[in-house]
């Protein structure tokens, strides 16, 4: 009797029949988690897929794909199951017991970064680099909405140089000689003359040069600091700049963001990642040395955990979720831990649960700090709450 030849799995193969089951299988974004788990399998890039559609899978990549899938149609979340995300760009490695970094957090970087630019390290032109994954049902909005601001934030900035540039050379020929001098300088750049411009350029420590001052550093404490990716962004985003502390309670977590600092390639002294219950890790000598202290703290109400979905609920850790009957118990002590942390003038940056944020800027103000402000998330609704310990006088 002749043998039955074994199918020939092929790239599309595997996703059609994957986006199929997943479909029947109630899942929200099947094609997403279909590509992922093909990347995660093969090696592949989302965009690699579809040119390499009759590419077959080896049978050790049809073991990882039936076992992700597998994962996948009973609700475990993606970045579970490959090991990995990206936030901000960096490579993050995630894992069970470890909360997955949501794009909120991201903006939350964003936001420290322009205090620390504007407030105590300067300006820095760097570009971020994102890559987009299927976090939630809102991700897209976010990303919509974020698209916008840079493109605002960026017009804004153009204008404003054209400005100076018309101011510096007066009217007429003058300023025009000037602007097109400048975009002459700019295309020399574009060609290979100017400094360099790679991605790789971005996460560089700018060099100083001999007989200048040494660039500002600052410090920021990050309090539950999970997968690290919020303090390693910090560091490498301003690398040599900052300077980060960052302390978990989970001993998982705290293994997790150690092997991420290594993939980073960050060193000790970039990030300084320390276990123990928020600020209990710091060491009486470094009480009042931060710039900032930053925190996502667990603020999902205790009365709200019951509703959420499935994959958060069932497989996420509610140690750094459930944030007490308003979702404010650790922002309490977090705020009353400020003042012993913080420079004067020092900033204390929480996210917070939406219905919540109101309620902990008016906690700040009661306790006596300054500049306080609610701000909303890249989807329009109320997530941070920042706050300055008053200047000294």
Known sequence: MPEVEEKVWTVRDCLDWTMGYLK???????????????????????????THFDRPLSPEER?????????????EPLQYITGETSFRGHSILCAPEVLIPRPETEFLVDLVLTHLDERVIGHQEIERHRVELPWNASVEAARQAEVARQAEAAAAREAERAG????QYGDGHEAAAAVDAGEAATGSAVAGEGPDSSDDSACEAHEVQEGAEPPVSARVLEVGCGTGCVALSLALERRGRVACVATDISRPAIDLALRNRERCGLAPDAVDIRFGDLIYPVEESERGTFDVLVSNPPYIPTAVMGGLPHEVKDYEPHLAL??????????????????????PGGLFACELFEGAVEDAAALC??????NVRAIEDLTRRPRFVFAEIPPRL
């Open 24 to 50: 029947r299988r109630g899942q929200d974004h099947p094609r997403l988690s279909a590509e992922w788990l093909l990347c995660a399998a093969t090696g592949l890039e989302r965009i690699d897929l579809y």
């Open 63 to 75: 073991t990882i794909m039936r076992t992700g899938v597998k994962r996948r149609a009973d609700g």
């Open 164 to 167: 100076e540039t018309l101011s």
């Open 322 to 343: 459930d944030g007490g009957p308003d979702g404010l118990a650790i922002f309490r002590r977090l705020l009353d831990a400020a003042p012993f942390v913080l420079k």
């Open 365 to 370: 103000r009661g306790a006596g700090m300054v």
